[in-house]
């Protein structure tokens, strides 16, 4: 276990809903990042936060929008919900420092499905 | 930008028989290189990395990888597979200058082990 949790473990929506997706880190880490992994297909970066700042996008259109709070915990808002939106999120956390960002470690994901 | 290959999509191979994942990458600057692995209905776990020094890294269940700069791969291999072994393997790369270090999947290799 990676003491990186996510809620809810499932989901399903219909297309033009908002959905919030919830991650909270592993202790000691500052910066979380969140993918997006489709059905076959590797995890594509979405964005990271760190210092509750986003720091870095993907190729994913301004309706993903992320926070995080100064705990650092973090959500993941998508609106106008679409089809092609039904993926495995996942959530890994890790820390920042001076020297660079360290190793990443993923939570269980929250699997979102659009009908 | 860095790219990530994962040239075979499915290996099948028999219970004690060894197994290599094969990985190969692109990227115009220097990288860390992961393996993760998903096991069914789980998120990503770490399986080993590489960020420097030594070319061959090793995991605590028995796998094993190099680094090869001149061929650009990071293969992953295993001298004798067990049942529990069956899962989803992805590589992944991530350039530690780019500030954010976000991860670059390939499309997974799926390890299937016959009894």
């Known amino acids: 276990e990676t003491g990186v949790t996510q809620s809810p473990t499932h989901l399903i929506k219909t297309r033009g809903q908002q959905v919030t997706l919830r991650c909270s880190s592993q202790s000691g880490h500052n910066t979380v990042s969140w993918y997006q992994q489709a059905l076959g297909q590797g995890p594509q970066f979405i964005f990271q936060?760190?210092?509750?700042?986003?720091?870095g996008r993907g190729n994913f259109p301004p309706r993903f929008s992320g926070l995080q709070f100064p705990n650092y915990s973090s959500e993941l808002n998508v609106n106008a919900l679409e089809l092609d939106d039904s993926a495995l999120y996942l959530c890994?956390?890790?820390?920042?420092?001076?020297?660079?960002?360290?190793?990443?470690?993923f939570g269980p994901g929250t699997r979102l499905l659009v009908l | 930008a860095q790219s990530v290959t994962q040239l075979d999509s499915q290996v099948p191979v028999f219970e004690e028989a060894p197994v290599e994942l094969r990985c190969n990458y692109s990227s115009s600057v220097s990288v860390y290189l992961f393996w993760y692995v998903q096991y069914p209905n789980q998120g990503l776990q770490l399986l080993l990395k590489?960020?420097?020094?030594?070319?061959l890294v090793e995991s605590i269940n028995g796998f094993e990888a190099e680094f090869n700069k001149s061929q650009t791969s990071f293969h992953l291999r295993k001298p004798s597979v067990h049942i529990s072994d069956t899962a989803e393997y992805f590589c992944?790369?991530?350039?530690?200058?780019?500030?954010?270090?976000?991860?670059?999947f390939g499309t997974g290799t799926r390890l299937t082990i016959i009894p």
């Open positions: 890994a956390s890790s820390r920042m420092t001076s020297g660079g960002q360290e190793t990443q470690y």
């Open positions: 590489y960020l420097s020094g030594s070319t």
């Open positions: 992944a790369v991530a350039n530690p200058n780019f500030g954010n270090e976000k991860l670059t």
């Open positions: 936060y760190y210092r509750e700042e986003e720091n």
